[in-house]
């Protein structure tokens, strides 16, 4: 669509822009995930960790304090993939984290 044209809106009610448009329908699928404290956590963003976390089938303990470094975000607005030395696929919770 160009620019110039406009397409009706059911939510508002209202006749808006093409781009406006693609701007809400886009903005709405981001997915917001929140660290344990609220802070927004975007890709690439280091996190600490804020508890003792068993891992399991690596047969070893993340430690409180631990720093993860290069963090990605899923589709899910609870967990973020990571990598650490020794475990590959780390999936760690948003709960159990704290932007650094």
């Known amino acids: 669509m160009a620019d110039d044209d406009y397409v009706y809106d059911e939510a508002?009610?209202?006749?808006?822009?093409?781009?406006?448009?693609?701007?809400?329908?886009?903005?709405a699928d981001a997915v917001e995930v929140r660290d344990a404290v609220g802070n927004l956590l975007a890709d690439g963003d280091q996190v600490t960790l804020i508890k003792d976390l068993v891992v399991k089938g690596?047969?070893?303990?993340?430690?409180?304090?631990?720093?993860?470094?290069?963090?990605?975000?899923?589709?899910?607005?609870?967990?973020?993939?990571?990598?650490?030395?020794?475990?590959?696929?780390?999936?760690?919770?948003?709960?159990f984290v704290r932007k650094r």
């Not at 209202?14 to 329908?25: D, H, L, Q």
């Not at 430690?63 to 899923?74: F, N, P």
């Open 12 to 27: 508002s009610g209202e006749w808006i822009s093409a781009a406006e448009a693609a701007a809400r329908t886009q903005a």
């Open 58 to 95: 690596a047969g070893q303990t993340l430690k409180r304090g631990t720093l993860i470094k290069s963090i990605r975000l899923t589709g899910d607005p609870q967990e973020i993939d990571c990598r650490h030395d020794g475990i590959k696929g780390l999936v760690l919770r948003a709960e």
